[in-house]
């Protein structure tokens, strides 16, 4: 994964560790991600498409981080969006959020109720735990 923005050391390593557990190797050779720190956000953290490959897949994100968070919210939201760079590079959620797994969904979905929201906010914890304990 090629990473860029302004990072620290132990954000980079935490990004790594994340998209290694999130990844296959092939596709992890294969997205940029562009990560910005924002002060002025109403959510924690954001993803969205930048660019696609020439195939047609999306291979290319930006994520935006609510910098005014303690370190550890910072890495658990880095991991929540993470989730969300693996669910569109593999297919699972489509750019417009209105695909889930092939499945035609609700346009007005709560964001509690969203499959993919849920999803990301369970393995975000997971991630976290993992690289907290096994990994530093």
């Known amino acids: 994964m090629i990473v860029r923005g302004k990072l620290t050391q132990s954000r980079l390593q935490a990004i790594g560790f994340f998209a290694d557990k999130l990844l296959t190797k092939q596709l992890n050779r294969h997205i940029i991600v562009n990560v910005v720190f924002r002060k002025n956000l109403s959510y924690l953290g954001l993803t969205y498409v930048d660019d696609y490959n020439s195939s047609g897949k999306l291979r290319e994100f930006t994520l935006e981080i609510y910098r005014d968070q303690i ?13 969300h760079v693996r669910q569109y590079a593999i297919g699972d959620l489509n750019e417009e959020a209105t695909l889930w797994q092939g499945r035609l969904m609700e346009v007005n979905l709560a964001y509690e109720n969203q499959p993919w929201e849920i999803e990301a906010d369970e393995l975000a914890d997971t991630l976290y735990e993992e690289y907290i304990h096994g990994y530093k």
């Open 71 to 83: 370190e550890e919210e910072i890495l658990k939201t880095l991991a929540h969006e993470l989730v």
